[in-house]
């Protein structure tokens, strides 16, 4: 059974940073794909940012494309979101996922986190 517990997320003010964390056991990232995504209230969830378990390249949505950065630590078995420049339109939970076909227009994934919230503030 894959689990996938989030953390870091927070109130912050429009242009500052925050860094989210999620932690797999059950199956380790090095053996998977994984990412981000976003639940902003009242809107459908969206991706963000994926990492190939293979060669680790990444994918960003254009809406967070040179301000977030995903990586991954394969000795914690754990996936970073670095977020920067952040904006009010950035507020949502944030849900870690693994388990998909990595790309811009990903695919449903087959395992989800519990969600952290991200708030920012004007």
């Known amino acids: 059974q894959v689990q996938l517990v989030e953390s870091g997320g927070g109130l912050v003010q429009a242009g500052g940073s925050l860094t989210l964390s999620c932690a797999a056991s059950?199956?380790?990232?090095?053996?998977?794909?994984s990412g981000w995504f976003r639940q902003a209230p009242g809107k459908e969830r969206e991706f963000v940012a994926a990492?190939?378990?293979?060669?680790?390249?990444?994918y960003y949505a254009d809406s967070v494309k040179g301000r977030f950065t995903i990586s991954r630590d394969n000795a914690k078995n754990t996936v970073y979101l670095q977020m920067n420049s952040l904006k009010p339109e950035d507020t949502a939970v944030y849900y870690c996922?693994?388990?998909?076909?990595?790309?811009?227009?990903?695919?449903?994934?087959?395992?989800w986190g519990q969600g952290t919230q991200v708030a920012v503030s004007s």
């Open positions: 996922a693994s388990g998909f076909a990595a790309s811009t227009t990903p695919t449903t994934p087959a395992y």
């Open positions: 059950g199956r380790p990232f090095s053996t998977v794909n």
């Open positions: 990492i190939t378990w293979n060669t680790g390249r990444t």
